[in-house]
């Protein structure tokens, strides 16, 4: 079974948002082995400086790498990089699989991944050119993740 990650920064904060995700994480068993690791937010002030914001980055960075796996093809999720269909998605993931290797995307926190993170990932995916706060792109994922398994097993979810 294809083994997907998601390292996500942060908790996802308000009941239903939790309802939510665990509803599509019990969706996605049948088609994908997943696991979701939440890392820790670096801590700012109210009003951080960019240079504080780089060093919280570049701390949650190191965050990530910790939770590689050497058989890892990993997916920025950033506004930066390329948009994606919902079949391209499911493809991706056949290609992985393909590879044998578990795809791991990395979700950043609300000031995002940083650049030496995003440079070094495989693929770089913009959800959308729209903003989304980290947790709404969290539930967003999974649905893509559920809806890429009907998508590469004929259901009849994905029209």
Same mark, same amino acid.
């Given at each position: 079974?294809?083994?997907?990650?998601?390292?996500?920064?942060?908790?996802?904060?308000?009941?239903?948002?939790? &309802? $939510?995700? +665990?509803?599509?994480? @019990?969706?996605? !068993?049948?088609?994908?082995?997943?696991? =979701?690791?939440?890392?820790?937010? %670096?801590?700012?002030?109210?009003?951080?400086?960019?240079?504080?914001?780089?060093?919280?980055l570049?701390? &949650? $960075?190191? +965050?990530?790498?910790? @939770?590689?796996? !050497?058989?890892?093809?990993?997916?920025? =999720?950033?506004?930066?990089?390329? %948009?994606?269909?919902?079949?391209?998605?499911?493809?991706?993931?056949?290609?992985?699989?393909?590879?044998?290797?578990?795809?791991?995307?990395?979700?950043?926190?609300?000031?995002?991944?940083?650049?030496?993170l995003?440079?070094?990932?495989?693929?770089?995916?913009?959800?959308?050119?729209?903003?989304f706060?980290?947790?709404?792109a969290?539930?967003?994922?999974?649905?893509?993740?559920?809806?890429?398994?009907?998508?590469?097993?004929?259901?009849?979810?994905?029209?």
């Amino acid at each position: 079974m294809q083994q997907i990650e998601i390292l996500a920064v942060g908790k996802l904060g308000a009941g239903w948002m939790r &309802e $939510a995700a +665990d509803d599509y994480r @019990k969706r996605i !068993s049948p088609y994908f082995k997943l696991t =979701l690791t939440e890392l820790s937010e %670096g801590r700012l002030p109210l009003n951080p400086s960019p240079a504080l914001i780089d060093k919280a980055l570049e701390t &949650e $960075a190191g +965050d990530f790498r910790k @939770k590689f796996t !050497s058989r890892a093809m990993t997916a920025a =999720l950033c506004i930066e990089g390329d %948009g994606v269909s919902s079949t391209g998605l499911a493809k991706l993931i056949a290609c992985a699989a393909g590879e044998s290797k578990t795809l791991t995307f990395l979700i950043g926190s609300s000031h995002g991944l940083s650049g030496q993170l995003k440079k070094e990932a495989d693929l770089r995916i913009s959800m959308s050119a729209m903003t989304f706060p980290h947790q709404i792109a969290r539930l967003l994922l999974l649905e893509q993740i559920y809806r890429a398994g009907q998508i590469l097993g004929g259901g009849k979810y994905h029209k």
